[in-house]
């Protein structure tokens, strides 16, 4: 065994540093976002009472000076499903499902941010009537699963049942 005078051991403590400290160094360092792209959603829950005589929906949803608004006029019949819902070029990207218990869940992909949100409902009943506009007013919330520098998703959820449209 071959033994190190203090110098060689001063030697040997440094080049066990110089090939160390980069390992250490990237250890402590900011965490590295994940490549997933989030999505954030602004979901509206039609009760299975208040979707049970729905032939037609109007959803606008307005943040920060821009809208948008999506229509379904397939709402009929209640079997449970896709809905389709047009989706025009440059909107958000939309989605409806008629569920088993006869409700409707719209799930509108949006790049809405935490301000305030403005989600307002009208259409018509199976009989031609309008069912009423609704207007609820949402506070959108922001998750940062991997912390605040990475970003995270931001939802906003209502329901609309026989009293009208509300915050969820």
């Known amino acids: 065994m071959r033994r190190f005078g203090p110098a060689g051991r001063v030697c040997a403590v440094l080049g ?6 980069p390992l ?12 997933v792209g989030y999505i954030s959603l602004v979901s ?3 009760t299975a009472e208040r979707a049970a005589n729905l032939a037609a929906l109007v959803i606008e949803l307005c943040q920060d000076g821009a ?5 379904a006029n397939a709402l009929t019949p209640l079997t449970p499903g896709p809905i389709p819902l047009p989706n025009s070029p440059g909107a958000p990207q939309s989605v409806s499902l008629r569920m088993a218990d006869g409700s409707i869940d719209v799930r509108i992909e949006a790049g809405i941010n935490d301000h305030p949100l403005d989600l307002t409902t009208s259409g018509t009943n199976t009989s031609g009537w309008s069912i009423g506009m609704s207007h609820v007013r949402l506070k959108p919330t922001a998750t940062y699963p991997d912390g605040r520098d990475c970003g995270g998703p931001t939802t906003a959820v209502a329901t609309l049942d026989a009293l009208g449209l509300r915050a969820s």
């Open 16 to 21: 066990a540093l110089a090939i160390g400290a």
């Open 24 to 35: 250490l160094l990237s250890c402590g360092s900011a965490s590295v976002c994940p490549a």
């Open 44 to 46: 509206l829950h039609v």
């Open 67 to 71: 809208c948008h608004s999506f229509s």
